[in-house]
C-alpha cells in the first residue's frame, strides 16, 4: 500500500520560513517523480514544483524562495518555503508519479496534505 505522509506547516508572519516534509512508503521512491501543488479556499489545486530525475521545476510565483529537495536514503521529499507572502496561504500536498508535469493528472499518489497560512 502506498503512503505518503506529510508533516510541516503551520502558521508564520509574513517574511518566514517553514519546511514541508512528505515521507513515501509502498513505492520504489528513487524511480518516481516527486511534486507540491497547493490549493487555496476557493481555487483550484497549483503546480508549485516537481522534481525528476534531477531536474526541478518550479511555479513563477515561487521561483527564487521555495526550494524543493529529496533524499532517496529516506524516501522523503522536502518543500523549503522561505519569504512567505499571505498568498502563499493555502493546504499543501505532496505528489508521486512516474511522470511529471505541472498538472495534477500527471501523478498517481498524494499526501493528505497541510495547512500552511501566512499572515501579513
Known amino acids: 500500500q502506498v503512503q505518503l505522509v506529510q508533516s510541516g506547516g503551520g502558521l508564520v508572519q509574513a517574511g518566514g520560513s517553514l519546511r514541508l516534509s512528505c515521507a513515501a512508503s509502498?513505492?520504489?521512491?528513487?524511480?518516481?517523480?516527486m511534486g507540491w501543488f497547493r490549493q487555496a479556499v476557493g481555487k483550484e489545486r497549483e503546480f508549485v514544483t516537481s522534481?525528476?530525475?534531477?531536474?526541478?521545476v518550479y511555479a513563477d510565483s515561487v521561483k527564487g524562495r521555495f526550494s524543493i529537495s529529496r533524499d532517496n536514503t529516506k524516501n522523503t521529499v522536502y518543500l523549503q518555503m522561505n519569504s512567505l507572502k499571505p498568498e502563499d496561504t493555502a493546504v499543501y500536498y505532496c505528489?508521486?508519479?512516474?511522470?511529471?508535469?505541472?498538472?495534477?493528472?500527471?501523478?498517481?499518489?498524494w499526501g493528505q496534505g497541510t495547512q500552511v497560512t501566512v499572515s501579513s
Open positions: 505528489a508521486a508519479g512516474l511522470s511529471t508535469g505541472a498538472v495534477p493528472t500527471k501523478y498517481t499518489y
Open positions: 509502498g513505492l520504489a521512491f528513487s524511480r518516481y517523480a
Open positions: 522534481w525528476r530525475g534531477g531536474e526541478t
